[in-house]
């Protein structure tokens, strides 16, 4: 069955980096796209970037572009975040979620559990 | 950028009885190349991920119970509950995937039991 497991969350100062991974099993990778969703405490939901399955390209929210890098290894199943220039406003759970279908135009049918990413000093 | 709305915020519903929750995109999320609305929605239970239940406006993903429909066209949608369950108390949220790479939420509707 389709598994998405995330780690790398935890708390970090204002202005620090954090890189987050997503390790999938279950399904043929290298095939799907990948989103990064957050949620920040008693909010709704965000999304904030996205990869294509092959990794060629990658979108971002306006409100982490610049600061936040969606990577990839097909090789290792595993999907990433890399978080710079961290504020207090990017206190969440992030999700990683797989794309239903192989292009972007589509919505995501399998999430993780989420990891904690908390910014304060 | 498309904005999504929703209404209401919250809605409490007797067990057996219909909810209705309602999602309004900013502008249409209708292909019309293949006719297709670009607009999913989610469930999310205290302490859960979300879960896909509706895709294409009104396609039902597999294994989410009959009672759960989409409709709409453009940009007014509706999710429906046809006879609430206990289990169904959780927060609905709609998604537009039309305006890709930007793939927006609605602010979310949470359904309690009455």
């Known amino acids: 069955q389709v598994q998405l497991v995330e780690s790398g969350g935890g708390v970090v100062q204002p202005g620090g980096s954090l890189r987050l991974s997503c390790a999938a099993s279950?399904?043929?990778?290298?095939?799907?796209?990948m989103h990064w969703v957050r949620q920040a405490p008693g909010k709704g939901l965000e999304w904030v970037a996205f990869?294509?399955?092959?990794?060629?390209?990658?979108y971002y929210a306006d409100s982490v572009k610049g600061r936040f890098t969606i990577s990839r290894d097909n090789s290792k199943n595993t999907l990433y975040l890399q978080m710079n220039s961290l504020r207090a406003e990017d206190t969440a759970v992030y999700y990683c979620?797989?794309?239903?279908?192989?292009?972007?135009?589509?919505?995501?049918?399998?999430w993780g559990q989420g990891t904690l990413v908390t910014v304060s000093s | 950028d498309i904005v999504m709305t929703q209404s209401p915020d919250s809605l409490a519903v007797s067990l057996g009885e219909r909810a209705t929750i309602n999602c309004k995109s900013s502008?249409?999320?209708?292909?019309?190349?293949?006719?297709?609305?670009?607009l999913a929605w989610y469930q999310q239970k205290p302490g859960q991920p979300p879960k896909l239940l509706i895709y294409w406006a009104s396609t039902r993903e597999s294994g989410v119970p009959d009672r759960f429909s989409g409709s709409g066209s453009g940009t007014d949608f509706t999710l429906t509950i046809s006879s609430l369950q206990a289990e169904d108390v959780a927060v609905y949220y709609c998604q537009q995937y039309y305006s890709t790479p930007q793939f927006t939420f609605g602010p979310g509707t949470k359904v309690d039991i009455k």
């Open positions: 990869i294509r399955y092959d990794g060629s390209n990658k």
């Open positions: 979620a797989k794309g239903k279908y192989s292009g972007y135009d589509n919505p995501t049918d399998y």
């Open positions: 502008q249409s999320v209708l292909y019309s190349s293949n006719n297709k609305n670009y």
């Open positions: 279950g399904f043929t990778f290298s095939s799907y796209g």
